[in-house]
C-alpha cells in the first residue's frame, strides 16, 4: 500500500476527512446569522426611514444581503446532505 | 589572500597531526561524522517544513510562553537550535511573527538544547550507541534513495540520528584510547584564569563547528574519559553556549532589519546568560551537587552533572531575561532602526522578501503576501492622491461629497512618478521572488501563488489606469461645461466610495462585512459605469458635450471601470485570510455579473 493510500485509509477510518466540512458549515452558519442580523437591522432602518436619502443605498444593501443569504443556505443545505 | 591560504593551511595542519596521532584521527573523525549528522538530520526536517513544520510554529507563537514552549519542544525533537534559530528568522524576516515572539523560540531553543547533554550523557555514554547506529544509517540511506519526498525526508532524519549515534561513538571511542597514550587533564588550568580560558576555548570550537550541541558532546566524551576536569568541562559549556549565537547572526546576513534584530538579541540573551554562569560559578556548582544528590545522581558522575549544570544555567538565563523581553525588543528597535528612504519621494523597497525564506514554501506564501499587501498600501496612496483626494477623509466616515470637495494638494501628483517609485521596482522583485519560490512549492501552493500574481498585477493596473484618467481629470474636473465637470466629478465620487469599501475590505476582521462589501463593490463598478447607465447617452444625444468630450469620457468610463474591477478582483484574492473556511466559501457565494443586474434591475424598476 503507497503512503498516500495509508494516509487516506487512516483519515477515512478516524473520520477525519468530515472536520473540514464541519468547518465549513460552522464558518457558513456563523456568517449566515451575522448577515440576519445584518438583514434586520437594514429592514428596521427602512421601515423607520431614519434617513430618507440613504433609503436607496438601504435597499441595495438589503438586496445583496438577501441574495447572499439565498446563496449562503443553498451551500449550506449542500454540505449538510454530504 | 589571507582566505586563500586559510584553508590548504587548516587542512595541512590536520594532515599532520592525524599522522602522528590516530586518536586525534578518531576523534575528529568521530566530530565530523557527527557534523554530516546534523547535515542529514536538517535536511530531513526542511524537507517536511514545506507545510506541517511552519503551520505549527505559525499558531504556537501567538503568546510569548507558547514561543518559549515551541523553542524548546521543536529544539528537543530536531536536536538543533541552529535550524530552529534559522527557521525563526525566516518567519521574523517573512513578517509572520512579531520579534517579541522570535526571542521567545530563541530562548525556549536555549532550554531544548540542554536536552542533547542528557541524552550524550544518560543515553549515549552508557549504551553501545554504535549498535543502533547500523541499521539506522542502512534504512536511512535506502529511504533516501527513495522517489518520495516524504519517504526521503525520513531517511534523512533516519540517517541524521544513525551519524550522531556514531560520531558520539567515535569520539567516545578516541578519547578512551587517548587516555593510554597521552593525559589531556594534565593540560587543565584551575581558578578563574582556567574559567576564562576554557570559556574561550567553547566558543572558538562553537565557531568552527558551527554547533554547540557538537561541541557538548565533544566536552561529555572528554569529560567521561577524563580528559578534562569538571570546572573546565563547566567552562567549555558556558562558551559553546556564547560560541552557537554565531549561526543565527551568519542566518540573518541575509535576513532584513528584524531577523538582524532577533540575532542580536540571541547574542545579547546567550552573553548575558554566559557572564551570569561565570559569575555565579560556584554557587550553581553547589546547586548542580544538592540536585544531583536530590535526584540520586552519583557524586562522581560528572557527566550527568554537566548536563544539570547546562540545563540549570539556561534557566536561570531565561527567568532573568524574561521580564525584559519588551525591554530587550524596544532596545533592538532603537539601536537596529529601519532604514528610511533617501530622496524626496522615497524609492520604497520590498519589506518581508528575503533569500532565507525561499526554501520555505508556505512561509514564501505568507512573505509574497505581506509584500503584496505592501504594494497594495503604496497604491492605494497613489490612485487616491492621482485623484487628487486625500487618504485621510477617504478611510474616515466623512460625507463622499464633502469628500470629493477636499483637495489633497493644488496641482496633481505626477503618477508616472510615484509608480517607479513606489510600485515598479517591489512589483518586479514579487514576480522574481515568486518564480524562484515557486520551484518548491507543491501544485495547491503554486495555484494560490498563481492568484497572488494576479493580484498583484490589479494593483499595478490599477495604478496605470489611473494615471490615463488622470489626464482628462485635470482638464475637466474645471472646465467651464458644467455637464462634463460633473461627469467627472461623478466618476471621481465613485472610486473615492469603492476606495472606502476597499480600504474597510483590508483592514476588517468581520468576514461578513467582507464578503458583503466585495458584493458592494462588484454593483458599484456596475452602476456607475457611465456608459451602461446610460449617463454618456444622455449627454451626447441632448447635445451637453463635445464630441471630444464624449470621445474622453468614453475611454475614461473604460479605465474607472477597469480600475474598480482591478481593484475588487485584488481584495477578493488579497483580504481574505486564505487559510480560513470562508475563502473556500467565498468561491461559491460570489456574486455574479447576472446577480449584479438582476439587483440593478431591480432597483430600476
Same mark, same amino acid.
Given at each position: 500500500?503507497?503512503?498516500?493510500?495509508?494516509?487516506?485509509?487512516?483519515?477515512?477510518?478516524?473520520?477525519?476527512?468530515?472536520?473540514?466540512?464541519?468547518?465549513?458549515?460552522?464558518?457558513?452558519?456563523?456568517?449566515?446569522?451575522?448577515?440576519?442580523?445584518?438583514?434586520?437591522?437594514?429592514?428596521?432602518?427602512?421601515?423607520?426611514?431614519?434617513?430618507?436619502?440613504?433609503?436607496?443605498?438601504?435597499?441595495?444593501?438589503?438586496?445583496?444581503?438577501?441574495?447572499?443569504?439565498?446563496?449562503?443556505?443553498?451551500?449550506?443545505?449542500?454540505?449538510?446532505?454530504? | 589572500?589571507?582566505?586563500?591560504?586559510?584553508?590548504?593551511?587548516?587542512?595541512?595542519?590536520?594532515?599532520?597531526?592525524?599522522?602522528?596521532?590516530?586518536?586525534?584521527?578518531?576523534?575528529?573523525?568521530?566530530?565530523?561524522?557527527?557534523?554530516?549528522?546534523?547535515?542529514?538530520?536538517?535536511?530531513?526536517?526542511?524537507?517536511?517544513?514545506?507545510?506541517?513544520?511552519?503551520?505549527?510554529?505559525?499558531?504556537?507563537?501567538?503568546?510569548?510562553?507558547?514561543? &518559549?514552549?515551541?523553542?524548546?519542544?521543536?529544539?528537543? &525533537?530536531?536536536?538543533?537550535?541552529?535550524?530552529?534559530?534559522?527557521?525563526?528568522?525566516?518567519?521574523?524576516?517573512?513578517?509572520?511573527?512579531?520579534?517579541?515572539?522570535?526571542?521567545?523560540?530563541?530562548?525556549?531553543?536555549?532550554?531544548?538544547?540542554?536536552?542533547?547533554?542528557?541524552?550524550?550523557?544518560?543515553?549515549?555514554?552508557?549504551?553501545?550507541?554504535?549498535?543502533?547506529?547500523?541499521?539506522?544509517?542502512?534504512?536511512?540511506?535506502?529511504?533516501?534513495?527513495?522517489?518520495?519526498?516524504?519517504?526521503?525526508?525520513?531517511?534523512?532524519?533516519?540517517?541524521?540520528?544513525?551519524?550522531?549515534?556514531?560520531?558520539?561513538?567515535?569520539?567516545?571511542?578516541?578519547?578512551?584510547?587517548?587516555?593510554?597514550?597521552?593525559?589531556?587533564?594534565?593540560?587543565?588550568?584551575?581558578?578563574?584564569?582556567?574559567?576564562?580560558?576554557?570559556?574561550?576555548?567553547?566558543?572558538?570550537?562553537?565557531?568552527?563547528?558551527?554547533?554547540?550541541?557538537?561541541?557538548?558532546?565533544?566536552?561529555?566524551?572528554?569529560?567521561?574519559?577524563?580528559?578534562?576536569?569538571?570546572?573546565?568541562?563547566?567552562?567549555?559549556?558556558?562558551?559553546?553556549?556564547?560560541?552557537?549565537?554565531?549561526?543565527?547572526?551568519?542566518?540573518?546576513?541575509?535576513?532584513?532589519?528584524?531577523?538582524?534584530?532577533?540575532?542580536?538579541?540571541?547574542?545579547?540573551?546567550?552573553?548575558?546568560?554566559?557572564? &551570569?554562569?561565570?559569575?555565579?560559578?560556584?554557587?550553581?556548582?553547589?546547586?548542580?551537587?544538592?540536585?544531583?544528590?536530590?535526584?540520586?545522581?552519583?557524586?562522581?558522575?560528572?557527566?550527568?552533572?554537566?548536563?544539570?549544570?547546562?540545563?540549570?544555567?539556561?534557566?536561570?538565563? &531565561?527567568?532573568?531575561?524574561?521580564?525584559?523581553?519588551?525591554?530587550?525588543?524596544?532596545?533592538?528597535?532603537?539601536?537596529?532602526?529601519?532604514?528610511?528612504?533617501?530622496?524626496?519621494?522615497?524609492?520604497?523597497?520590498?519589506?518581508?522578501?528575503?533569500?532565507?525564506?525561499?526554501?520555505?514554501?508556505?512561509?514564501?506564501?505568507?512573505?509574497?503576501?505581506?509584500?503584496?499587501?505592501?504594494?497594495?498600501?503604496?497604491?492605494?496612496?497613489?490612485?487616491?492622491?492621482?485623484?487628487?483626494?486625500?487618504?485621510?477623509?477617504?478611510?474616515?466616515?466623512?460625507?463622499?461629497?464633502?469628500?470629493?470637495?477636499?483637495?489633497?494638494?493644488?496641482?496633481?501628483?505626477?503618477?508616472?512618478?510615484?509608480?517607479?517609485?513606489?510600485?515598479?521596482?517591489?512589483?518586479?522583485?514579487?514576480?522574481?521572488?515568486?518564480?524562484?519560490?515557486?520551484?518548491?512549492?507543491?501544485?495547491?501552493?503554486?495555484?494560490?501563488?498563481?492568484?497572488?500574481?494576479?493580484?498583484?498585477?490589479?494593483?499595478?493596473?490599477?495604478?496605470?489606469?489611473?494615471?490615463?484618467?488622470?489626464?482628462?481629470?485635470?482638464?475637466?474636473?474645471?472646465?467651464?461645461?458644467?455637464?462634463?465637470?460633473?461627469?467627472?466629478?461623478?466618476?471621481?465620487?465613485?472610486?473615492?466610495?469603492?476606495?472606502?469599501?476597499?480600504?474597510?475590505?483590508?483592514?476588517?476582521?468581520?468576514?461578513?462585512?467582507?464578503?458583503?462589501?466585495?458584493?458592494?463593490?462588484?454593483?458599484?463598478?456596475?452602476?456607475?459605469?457611465?456608459?451602461?447607465?446610460?449617463?454618456?447617452?444622455?449627454?451626447?444625444?441632448?447635445?451637453?458635450?463635445?464630441?471630444?468630450?464624449?470621445?474622453?469620457?468614453?475611454?475614461?468610463?473604460?479605465?474607472?471601470?477597469?480600475?474598480?474591477?482591478?481593484?475588487?478582483?485584488?481584495?477578493?484574492?488579497?483580504?481574505?485570510?486564505?487559510?480560513?473556511?470562508?475563502?473556500?466559501?467565498?468561491?461559491?457565494?460570489?456574486?455574479?455579473?447576472?446577480?449584479?443586474?438582476?439587483?440593478?434591475?431591480?432597483?430600476?424598476?
Amino acid at each position: 500500500m503507497g503512503i498516500k493510500k495509508f494516509i487516506k485509509s487512516v483519515t477515512d477510518y478516524l473520520g477525519l476527512d468530515k472536520l473540514e466540512e464541519m468547518g465549513k458549515k460552522k464558518s457558513l452558519k456563523n456568517i449566515l446569522s451575522k448577515l440576519k442580523t445584518r438583514r434586520v437591522k437594514i429592514l428596521n432602518s427602512i421601515k423607520n426611514r431614519e434617513d430618507e436619502s440613504k433609503c436607496d443605498e438601504l435597499q441595495e444593501e438589503l438586496d445583496i444581503v438577501n441574495l447572499q443569504l439565498k446563496k449562503g443556505k443553498q451551500i449550506l443545505n449542500k454540505l449538510q446532505k454530504q | 589572500m589571507l582566505k586563500n591560504i586559510f584553508l590548504p593551511v587548516i587542512l595541512s595542519v590536520l594532515a599532520y597531526v592525524f599522522w602522528i596521532s590516530p586518536n586525534f584521527k578518531e576523534v575528529s573523525a568521530g566530530v565530523a561524522i557527527f557534523l554530516f549528522g546534523m547535515i542529514a538530520l536538517e535536511l530531513g526536517f526542511k524537507s517536511f517544513s514545506g507545510g506541517m513544520l511552519e503551520k505549527i510554529l505559525k499558531y504556537s507563537t501567538d503568546k510569548l510562553y507558547k514561543s &518559549i514552549l515551541f523553542g524548546a519542544i521543536s529544539t528537543t &525533537i530536531m536536536q538543533s537550535s541552529s535550524l530552529v534559530s534559522i527557521l525563526t528568522i525566516s518567519f521574523l524576516g517573512a513578517g509572520l511573527i512579531g520579534l517579541a515572539q522570535g526571542i521567545g523560540i530563541i530562548f525556549g531553543a536555549n532550554i531544548g538544547t540542554t536536552t542533547g547533554a542528557w541524552l550524550v550523557a544518560g543515553f549515549g555514554l552508557r549504551v553501545d550507541i554504535a549498535a543502533y547506529a547500523m541499521p539506522m544509517l542502512v534504512f536511512g540511506v535506502v529511504l533516501i534513495f527513495q522517489k518520495s519526498q516524504t519517504l526521503k525526508g525520513f531517511g534523512y532524519i533516519l540517517a541524521g540520528v544513525g551519524f550522531l549515534f556514531l560520531g558520539i561513538h567515535y569520539m567516545k571511542e578516541g578519547f578512551e584510547a587517548f587516555k593510554n597514550t597521552i593525559d589531556l587533564s594534565t593540560l587543565s588550568v584551575s581558578g578563574l584564569k582556567g574559567l576564562f580560558i576554557f570559556t574561550g576555548v567553547g566558543i572558538v570550537a562553537t565557531v568552527v563547528m558551527q554547533s554547540s550541541h557538537a561541541t557538548l558532546v565533544l566536552i561529555i566524551t572528554a569529560l567521561a574519559a577524563g580528559q578534562i576536569s569538571y570546572e573546565n568541562a563547566l567552562a567549555l559549556a558556558i562558551g559553546a553556549n556564547v560560541g552557537t549565537t554565531i549561526t543565527a547572526i551568519v542566518g540573518a546576513m541575509s535576513s532584513n532589519i528584524e531577523g538582524k534584530r532577533l540575532a542580536a538579541a540571541h547574542m545579547i540573551f546567550n552573553l548575558v546568560t554566559g557572564l &551570569i554562569a561565570i559569575i555565579f560559578i560556584y554557587q550553581i556548582i553547589s546547586l548542580v551537587d544538592f540536585i544531583a544528590l536530590e535526584i540520586g545522581i552519583a557524586k562522581e558522575d560528572y557527566t550527568l552533572k554537566l548536563a544539570i549544570f547546562h540545563t540549570i544555567f539556561n534557566l536561570i538565563g &531565561i527567568t532573568m531575561m524574561l521580564p525584559f523581553i519588551n525591554g530587550l525588543v524596544r532596545f533592538l528597535e532603537r539601536v537596529l532602526p529601519l532604514q528610511e528612504s533617501e530622496d524626496e519621494i522615497g524609492y520604497d523597497s520590498v519589506k518581508y522578501l528575503n533569500e532565507s525564506v525561499l526554501e520555505l514554501p508556505e512561509t514564501a506564501l505568507g512573505a509574497i503576501i505581506r509584500e503584496t499587501k505592501h504594494l497594495y498600501e503604496n497604491a492605494f496612496e497613489i490612485i487616491v492622491h492621482g485623484l487628487n483626494l486625500r487618504r485621510r477623509y477617504i478611510t474616515s466616515s466623512m460625507e463622499l461629497d464633502e469628500v470629493i470637495k477636499k483637495k489633497h494638494s493644488k496641482n496633481y501628483i505626477n503618477i508616472e512618478n510615484f509608480y517607479h517609485h513606489k510600485i515598479k521596482g517591489i512589483y518586479g522583485d514579487i514576480i522574481d521572488f515568486s518564480t524562484r519560490a515557486q520551484s518548491n512549492m507543491s501544485p495547491e501552493l503554486i495555484q494560490e501563488l498563481y492568484k497572488i500574481k494576479l493580484a498583484n498585477r490589479d494593483l499595478v493596473e490599477a495604478v496605470k489606469d489611473t494615471k490615463h484618467l488622470q489626464k482628462n481629470l485635470i482638464k475637466y474636473s474645471q472646465h467651464q461645461n458644467q455637464h462634463i465637470q460633473d461627469a467627472y466629478t461623478s466618476i471621481t465620487k465613485g472610486l473615492a466610495e469603492l476606495l472606502r469599501y476597499i480600504n474597510i475590505i483590508s483592514t476588517t476582521d468581520e468576514e461578513d462585512v467582507i464578503v458583503l462589501l466585495l458584493a458592494k463593490a462588484k454593483v458599484h463598478t456596475q452602476k456607475n459605469d457611465i456608459i451602461s447607465n446610460g449617463m454618456l447617452d444622455n449627454l451626447i444625444r441632448k447635445h451637453l458635450i463635445t464630441n471630444e468630450m464624449a470621445t474622453s469620457l468614453m475611454n475614461d468610463s473604460s479605465y474607472t471601470y477597469n480600475i474598480s474591477k482591478n481593484l475588487t478582483s485584488m481584495a477578493e484574492v488579497l483580504f481574505i485570510d486564505r487559510q480560513s473556511d470562508i475563502k473556500s466559501l467565498h468561491e461559491d457565494t460570489v456574486i455574479s455579473n447576472s446577480d449584479v443586474e438582476t439587483i440593478l434591475e431591480k432597483k430600476d424598476s
